[in-house]
Structures are given as C-alpha cells and as structure tokens.
C-alpha cells in the first residue's frame, strides 16, 4: 500500500502527518533515518522511542542552519552517538524506515519541515521496496565514514552565528570516505560548448587552478559569489571591460577595467578579496578583514577616493550579508563606468566566464579538481 502524507492545503492546524508518521513507524523498531537538516531535540526525541537506530546525515549541512545553541547540542549529540551516524556528503534525502514501513519526501526533519512548509511524503510498507531502501542505505553506510567529532568544535568556531546554509558556512569540512562519483544528463550540449578543441589548454588550467581550492563546497561558494556579480552587473563574456583569466601568479580574479573587484587564492589559500569603496559604509568590513590594502590612483582619481581590497579568510560567503553585497556592488559599479575596454582583455578565458555562470560545468570542474568523477 501506498500512502502519500501531507497537510491539508487549505488548514494546516493540528498534528502535523509527518511527525504523526514518523513516530509510528519508530515506535520501538530498529530505525534507519536519513535527513541532512534536523533539529537536534526532535531527533533525541525519536531516537529515544526506537530500539534501535542509525543516521546518515551531512553534518556541515546540519550545523549550517542552526544556530549556537543548537550546534552545540548538534556537537555533544555527535561524541555520545559517533558510532551511529555516517557523515554524507550532499545528502539530500529524507527518508525514515522501521520494521515495516518507511516514509520518503520532500520534509526536513525540522520543527518548520514537520509543521510549516508545504511538502509531500509518501508512506510505503511494500517489502520489496522496504528492502530496496534498507539495501540503499546500508550501502551508503559501507561507503562512509563516521563524523570527525574533533572538527565540530572547529566549525562551530569559524563559523558565522546566523542560522543560514548561505551565511553560516565555515572553512572547515569533513571527510566522508571514497566519493561515488557524479552522474550525468542525457545530454550535455552545454559542457560540449565551453570544452571544445580550442579550450581544452584552459578547461585544464581551470581545472588545475580549482583544485588549489581548500575544498569542493570553498571553490563552489567562490563561484556562486562570481555568478551573483555578473548576473548583478549585466557583464557577459564578450563585454571588453570584462576580465576573467588564469594568471600565473595562482589567482582567480574578476577584473572589471583595470582593477581587480573579486579574486581568490591572492594570499592565503581560503581568502577570498573584495574592491569596497572608500566610504563610511566600508569602515565596519574593513576593520572585521583579514587583510586589507588600498588601489593606486588611476584616471586622475583623488587620492581619497582609491577604493579598499579587503580579504577575509574562510568560506567566501561568509562575510557577504545584504549591506556588504551592495557596498560591494557600487564599487564594482564604478569601475564599469570608468572606462570602455579592460587593457589585458587579450587574456580572457571564456571558460573562466562559464564556470561561473553555467552550474553543469561547474560541477564538472570540480569534480575533475577533486577526482570525484
């Protein structure tokens, strides 16, 4: 049988079905739960009632949306249960069978997954199935490694105080045993387009470059902060004030005219470095960077006016909340107005550009820096 679990579209008062559901079926059974964002005391709650049970998670992914209290409690949970948790990295699954039964969906296993998002769940109690999903998860068990319990308390120091996967990212990640590899579309006419006989020399550069990355989720962080600048900016891969190239210095930067406005690997491994302009809304960032500098003069430019580059160590994001991407973006803003053509546009990598903007090919690079695929 079949059964889907939602709630009442038009009236979601009441016990939520999902937490109805998922008590049932842990009810004194062995339980095999799998969920990348849970909250810890509802999870010490269900674990509690089962006679047993064992976790796949992403642990990075469940810090990330808590906050301090709950990291802690996320922290103490891992030491006292290491041996019944397996940390996967992108987990996205939500899926929790016992004994008979096993519920899948769409649902975190938090207190606004269960009670107030709109999701769908589907209950089952076929036994083929309930042997295919107990087989999916054991291999996935085989394959991954419990939880790094001394990096935790790594995390939780370097990371920010916001509860938000976007903003409450850390430099530190974790390991997670011998990666499955990476599967592709049926067609992939895009990566075909960037990867073609005249950029294989850069695909590989590229390739190369990303792989000085301190880690996957690092780099992939640095490149959705590219893909907001040129989405914000209206900056396509054949505008002339654009720049985007592999220097030899070991960089990666966005250069707009003559000035660099986002570069990594400048430095230290995991700082990241900014253009700000030279006013008052810049001075609290400036006093929180890592490491700041000013720009030479250019087009007679008064010697006030030369913008900041500041750096900040850690995941790239982890600084960029609403105020710092505006103060940001009117500086990059100025350097487009500045002039018509940026004078090394010769060196544009087209692949550079694509990286950013086209998610499959960034996945694919990635995947290649890291051998994952």
């Not at 938000?164 to 599967?183: D, K, L, V, Y």
């Not at 654009?242 to 003559?258: D, K, R, Y």
């Not at 973006?329 to 546009?345: G, M, N, T, Y």
């Amino acid at each position: 049988m079949t059964e889907l679990v939602y709630h009442n579209p038009a009236d979601r008062t009441g016990i939520s079905p999902f937490d109805r559901v998922i008590r049932e079926i842990t009810d004194d059974e062995e339980v095999l739960i799998a969920c990348p964002y849970i909250s810890p005391d509802y999870l010490q709650e269900i674990t509690e009632q089962t006679n047993e049970w064992f976790l796949l998670t992403d642990v990075g992914e469940w810090l990330s949306i808590h906050g301090q209290t709950n990291r802690e409690a996320i922290q103490e949970f891992l030491i006292e249960h290491q041996d019944h948790v397996r940390h996967v990295t992108n987990l996205h699954a939500k899926v929790v069978v016992g004994g008979d039964r096993a519920l899948i969906g769409s649902a975190n296993f938090t207190k606004k997954g269960l009670t107030g998002r709109t999701e769908m769940s589907v209950l089952l109690d076929e036994q083929d199935t309930i042997d295919e999903l107990t087989e999916w998860f054991e291999t996935l068990w085989s394959i991954y490694d419990p939880p790094e319990v001394d990096r935790v308390e790594e995390y939780i120091e370097s990371a920010s105080t916001t509860p938000s996967p976007a903003q409450n990212q850390s430099s530190i990640s974790f390991s997670s045993g011998e990666s499955p590899g990476t599967a592709s579309l049926s067609e992939l006419q895009r990566d075909t387009e960037v990867v073609d006989v005249e950029h294989e020399g850069s695909h590989a550069e590229l390739v190369q470059r990303v792989s000085k990355a301190p880690s996957p989720e690092w780099i992939y962080s640095y490149f959705k902060l590219v893909d907001g600048v040129l989405s914000e900016t209206g900056l396509t891969n054949d505008d002339p004030r654009l720049l985007m190239s592999i220097p030899q210095a070991g960089t990666l930067p966005v250069t707009v005219n003559n000035r660099y406005v986002l570069v990594a690997f400048r430095g230290e491994p995991s700082r990241t470095e900014f253009i700000l302009p030279s006013t008052e809304k810049s001075k609290p960032y400036i006093e929180q960077a890592d490491y700041t500098g000013r720009f030479d003069s250019i087009y007679d430019e008064d010697e006030s006016d030369r913008p900041w580059f500041v750096g900040f160590d850690g995941i790239p994001n982890r600084i960029v909340d609403e105020e710092f991407r505006k103060i940001w973006l009117s500086a990059v803003d100025k350097e487009l107005k500045r002039a018509e053509k940026a004078p090394q546009r010769r060196y544009h990598e087209p692949v550079v550009y694509h990286v950013a903007r086209d998610r499959g090919y960034r996945e694919k690079v990635i995947c290649e820096a890291f051998e994952q695929d």
